[in-house]
């Protein structure tokens, strides 16, 4: 089966290419480098990594979903049987300052990928959600039929909710289609090789890799927003899973697909479980590192919630995944790619 992965050179993209590769799945690869380090040949500097790590060439274009032409070009010129779409903007803050942008690629980007998909008849399709579409839970753990859509505070999460919306339209409107979402809690860690891993470009916007840049030095202070809530230790509560975890999680959706006739739109949560608070983690990381970690409270920001993780046991049944990673493993990989890459994958990609 050929894969074409869109957003590939990102974050989860590149693990979730180095699992399928791995699985025996052939990959097509394509970003446009809004999120990730073009190297000095055009090439994602992630991918060539997984390249690397695995013996494989990957076929890769640059490309932007908001293009409707170009990725018409790619489906005349390859012929793909499956689609994982991870390409997005994904800053929850910079979405509310610039929501027309967010939803002009989230949304825009993901219509015209479909419908180059239905024009050339590629319906298996597998969609990078988030947790973020339940808005605050009513109940813990979240299971995948608690209500979405309602209380969503960002443009960001919108995009997720009305995509979601989009595919589900669409699989009752046309059966033959094979359509998963997978919702994600908050992936962390790296490849335990410690050569790709999360390189947030500028500051970053969510928790660890923000840690593991204090950690390192190459941030001053943590702030903790909010010591407050109704959790054990007063600090948010999050589910954290490891990102090989996550990544196999899309090779078992495909496996699926690949296996059933005909599934329709499944949802599948994609965590550990388990919620562990801020200053837990903070704590873990620095168990792993050997280094202190310095902290300063501060308010809670508009929008955050006290705690939010998930029930998975719904992809065990049906996908017959289940994480194999915990805390200990996911702050050791963080550490290694952050202690091996400090400056994330752009020193490798040459002066910029
Ligand atoms: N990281 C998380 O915590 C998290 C949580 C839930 C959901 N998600 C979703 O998972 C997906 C992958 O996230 P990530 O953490 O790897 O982010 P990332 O920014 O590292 O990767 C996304 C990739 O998509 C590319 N991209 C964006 N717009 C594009 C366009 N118009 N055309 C082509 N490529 C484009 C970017 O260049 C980037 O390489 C996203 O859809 C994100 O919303 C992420
Ligand atoms: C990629 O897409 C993003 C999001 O729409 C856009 O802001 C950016 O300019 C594009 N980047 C490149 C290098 O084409
Ligand atoms: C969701 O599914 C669970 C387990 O299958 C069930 O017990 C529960 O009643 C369902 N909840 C809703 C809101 O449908």
Redesign the pocket.
């Known amino acids: 089966m050929k894969v074409l992965v869109a957003g590939a050179a990102g974050f989860i993209g590149s693990h979730v290419v180095l699992c399928l590769l791995e699985s025996g799945y052939d990959v097509f690869a394509i970003d ?3 999120n990730a380090v ?1 190297g000095p040949d055009g090439k994602a500097e992630s991918l060539k990594r997984v390249s690397e790590l695995t013996g494989k060439d990957i076929p890769f274009a ?1 490309c ?1 979903l ?1 293009n409707e032409q170009e990725i018409e070009n790619l489906f005349t010129t390859h012929k793909f049987d499956a689609v994982i779409h991870l390409a997005a ?1 994904k800053a929850v803050g910079e979405s509310v300052d610039k929501p027309l ?1 967010y939803y ?2 989230n949304l825009i ?1 993901s219509l015209n990928l479909l419908s180059v998909c239905k024009k050339h008849g590629v319906k298996n399709f597998i969609f990078s959600s988030s947790a973020t579409v339940y808005g605050p839970p009513k109940e813990l753990p979240i299971l995948e039929n608690a209500s979405t859509g309602q209380g969503i505070t960002n443009p960001y999460g919108q995009t997720k909710y009305m995509v979601e919306q989009v595919l589900m339209d669409l699989s009752k409107a046309e059966k033959d289609w094979n359509i998963v979402l997978l919702r994600y809690f908050n992936p962390v860690g790296a490849h335990p090789s410690g050569r790709i891993g999360e390189d947030p470009l500028g500051i970053p916007n969510n928790l660890m890799p923000f840690v593991a840049q204090v950690c390192i030095g190459r941030l001053p202070v943590l702030k903790i927003y909010g010591d407050k809530f109704d959790t054990p230790d007063g600090t948010g509560v999050r589910d954290y899973i490891h990102i090989m975890d996550l990544a196999r999680g899309h090779v078992s959706a495909l496996d699926r697909i690949k296996k059933a006739k005909q599934i329709g739109c499944e949802i599948y949560n994609l965590g550990t479980g388990k919620g562990y608070s801020v200053l837990e983690m903070v704590a873990a990381l620095e168990k792993a590192s050997g280094r202190k970690i310095p902290t300063e409270m501060s308010v809670p920001r508009p929008g955050d919630i006290a705690s939010c993780y998930c029930d998975p046991s719904l992809a065990y049944e049906k996908l017959g995944w289940k994480c194999e990673f915990g805390l200990s493993e996911m702050c050791r990989d963080l550490w290694n790619w952050q202690l091996n890459n400090p400056q994330g994958f752009s020193t490798a990609a040459g002066p910029n």
């Open positions: 446009n480098f809004s073009e640059k932007d908001r903007l942008e002009a690629n980007g």
